[in-house]
């Protein structure tokens, strides 16, 4: 039977995901909104569908592995609220489930390590319905269901460097605040060693070995492009989006021990320095 992955959401971590299955002769299908990127799929080796929209039941029968990239809104998991009963019913037809939630389940740590043993107790409201998210997928009886926890994610397109070349960039300074983050490349790299490795009820955190300030990352891409250091501006005074500001109400260290002694994933970009000087790298070789 064809390895089949049915892709909720089918956006940036699962695009890399899908760069890995496809030369091992998977089967791709992934929804999106949009037309457009249904042709950007498509050229890319997956088999769009526009949902909500598409009758899904065909998708559903072929898969084999289900990931949910998608988040949940006002209403809930939106997966959940129009297919959930489906979903349930073909619980056991299924190999491997992924969830991608956010280490924002974890809520504020004052900078202290987090593992996925942690109690979740989220601070802001997307926190909350992500973990709210997570419960309901864990609901499912004989779901084969693994849940990434996924930090600050950047890679190709999702770099700092075109703000810091643009002279937008601002070194937000909050006494003790950090972050972890990951590349999108190891993002992939860990789903794809889930799937070859399934542990039914396995949560992961997904980032690298060194969590940091902000302002430590967009003064290093300032170093790199041999550019001024941007601008440091007090986080209490600085002028915000509330989904900008809502970033810094956690700060926390994330442990990906699991990942590495479970999985055996050897990252390939282990802390930022590594990605950003691979990232600018790829941009000049282009």
């Known amino acids: 039977m064809t390895k089949t992955l049915l892709s909720f959401g089918h956006g940036y971590s699962a695009r890399a995901l899908t760069r890995i299955l496809l030369p091992q002769d998977w089967r791709v299908i992934g929804t999106t909104r949009s037309e457009d990127r249904a042709v950007t799929l498509m050229n890319e080796g997956t088999e769009p569908r526009i ?13 084999t592995h289900l990931l949910i990239s998608a988040a949940p809104d006002e209403n809930g998991d939106p997966v959940l609220g129009a297919l959930g009963d489906e979903i349930a019913k073909r619980a056991g037809q299924f190999e491997w489930v992924g969830y991608l939630s956010t280490t924002g389940v974890y809520g504020d740590h004052a900078g202290d390590w987090v593992t996925e043993e942690t109690p979740l107790t989220p601070a802001t409201k997307r926190g909350i319905a992500r973990v709210n998210a997570e419960t309901a997928w864990a609901a499912i009886p004989n779901l084969p269901l693994h849940i990434f926890r996924l930090a ?16 937008t960039a601002r070194r937000i300074i ?6 972890s983050r990951t590349h999108v490349a190891d ?16 949560a992961y955190n997904v980032c690298d070995n060194d969590p940091a300030p902000p302002q430590d990352v967009i003064g290093y891409a300032a170093e790199l492009l041999g550019l001024p250091l941007p ?6 005074v600085a002028e915000m989006t509330p989904m900008a500001r809502s970033f810094y109400a956690e700060s926390k260290k994330v442990s990906n021990d699991r990942i590495k002694d479970e999985l055996g994933v050897d990252l390939l970009y282990p802390d930022y320095k590594a990605g950003l000087r691979a990232l600018l790298a790829a941009e000049l070789s282009v």
């Open 51 to 63: 949902w909500p929209g598409a009758n899904m039941e065909p998708a559903l029968n072929a898969a």
């Open 187 to 202: 993002i992939a790299r860990v789903l794809a060693a889930s799937i070859a490795k399934p542990n039914p009820g396995a």
């Open 174 to 179: 909050k006494q003790g605040q950090v972050f």
């Open 231 to 236: 601008p440091a501006e007090d986080f209490e």
């Open 152 to 167: 600050g994610i950047y890679g190709p397109g999702r770099g700092p460097f075109a703000k810091v070349r643009a002279g």
